[in-house]
Nanobody, 120 residues
Framework: VQLQASGGGLVQAGGSLRLSCAAS????????MGWYRQAPGKERELVAV???????NYEDSVKGRFTISRDNAKNTLYLQMNSLKPEDTAVYYC???????????????WGQGTQVTVSS
């Protein structure tokens, strides 16, 4: 199983970006999915999570600006980021709890990280 994240980049404050994370491999099912971020000198933090049933939860600072969604048919996770602020600058990582043919219980898988830089 592999996760491939994409969509990061450089944007001015107030701009938007859309991150994607596609899972591939011998996947049987995917439970919760989430986006995390890690800014320089800081610990990795949870940004948003979405359950298999579509329930979502967000870190307080991104509520109303970020939207997490998933396409189960494509095994893909998204993060729409609007009204970006310089403090959103970080490497963003996707995470999925995946049941696969080789591991018949949920395991954590991580994408490689994608850099988001917001200039003031």
């Amino acid at each position: 199983v592999q996760l491939q994240a994409s969509g990061g980049g450089l944007v001015q404050a107030g701009g938007s970006l859309r991150l994607s994370c596609a899972a591939s491999g011998s996947i049987l099912s995917i439970n919760a999915m989430g986006w995390y971020r890690q800014a320089p000198g800081k610990e990795r933090e949870l940004v948003a999570v979405i359950t298999s049933g579509g329930s979502t939860n967000y870190e307080d600072s991104v509520k109303g600006r970020f939207t997490i969604s998933r396409d189960n048919a494509k095994n893909t996770l998204y993060l729409q980021m609007n009204s970006l602020k310089p403090e959103d600058t970080a490497v963003y990582y996707c995470n999925m709890k995946i049941v696969s043919i080789t591991r018949l219980y949920p395991n954590d898988y991580w994408g490689q990280g994608t850099q988001v830089t917001v200039s003031s």
